[in-house]
């Protein structure tokens, strides 16, 4: 690797209640590149929120290390995972996790009003992102009179606008059905694309992956390791949200994820293709 953000270096993790000991994940090592979309796809429970928690900082890996390589100020040029949020990440949840009671404006906000940042310049750039993304005309709806796909751009916004070095985005299109998915994921990823951020993907859906990732990891089950490292290159006609899943390359390597998963008991909603 070149030029990498983040280094993930032989992480273990487990889960202790009083049931017993859970161990989650097992000797965990990889590295994504700065402006890199890797995509990280494996079977249900096997610990994929587990690891993005992990590199937000909110569970402490009972081994090994995470390394971020940041130039902005607020961040030494590299540490060691320590418990506490790194303040040059956001995370985006499967839910949108926007507040009903507070406009979808306000809601966008409330990163900026929690972290004492809401400036002229930070209001500024909300009104020009809602313009950008569809969401002027609604800034004074309430969430529940939006659409799926428009609550998840909302909450891309208030995540965005906090201007995140890393995005880690845990499966945020499974709540939605499955055309406005195409669109809004491919959506979010343009988005996330023109803005020149690092982005760590969990899906379980290996088109999804295939689609919008640079790479792809795939865990094994539950205690997860790194299965395999794949390399997407497609060959893109248009920008279009189906383009992906008509490009040459596409089957080949659909198969080819099929194959390393399918003796994981991996469950998901396509069937492989011939
Ligand atoms: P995934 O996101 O891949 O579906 P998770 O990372 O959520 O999986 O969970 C990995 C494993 O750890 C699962 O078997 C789950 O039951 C267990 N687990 C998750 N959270 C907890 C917790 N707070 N306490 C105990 N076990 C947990
Ligand atoms: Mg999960």
Known sequence: ????????????????????????????????EKGEFLAIAGPSGCGKSTLLSVI???????????????????????????AGICPKMGYMLQHDHLFEWR?????????LEINHQLTPDKIDRVTEMLKDYDLYK?????????????????????????DPEILLLDEPF???????RLSVSSDICNIIRSTGKTAILITHDLSEAISLADRI???????????????????LSDDSPLASRNAPEYQGYF????????????VQNTTPLK
């Not at 690797?1 to 859970?22: A, R, V, W």
């Not at 406009?103 to 990163?111: A, H, S, W």
């Not at 990891?217 to 060959?235: E, G, N, Q, W, Y």
């Open 1 to 32: 690797m070149n030029n990498p953000i983040l280094e993930i270096k032989d992480i273990c993790y487990s889960y202790h209640t009083l049931k017993g000991e859970t161990p989650a994940l097992s000797h965990i090592s990889f590295q994504v």
């Open 56 to 82: 937000f900082g909110l569970l402490v890996p009972e081994s090994g290390e995470i390394l971020f390589h940041v130039t902005p100020k607020e961040m030494p040029a590299s540490r060691h995972q320590t």
């Open 103 to 111: 406009t979808i404006y306000q809601n966008v906000i409330l990163g």
């Open 138 to 162: 609604f800034k004074d709806k309430k969430p529940s009179e939006l659409s799926g796909g428009m609550k998840q751009r909302a909450a891309l916004i208030r995540t965005l606008v906090l």
């Open 174 to 180: 499974s709540a939605l059905d499955y055309q406005t």
């Open 217 to 235: 990891l795939v865990m094994s089950k539950r205690p997860a390791t790194i299965k395999c490292d794949f390399p997407i290159h497609l060959t």
């Open 255 to 266: 198969n080819k994820l099929w194959k390393e998963i399918s003796d994981e008991n991996y």
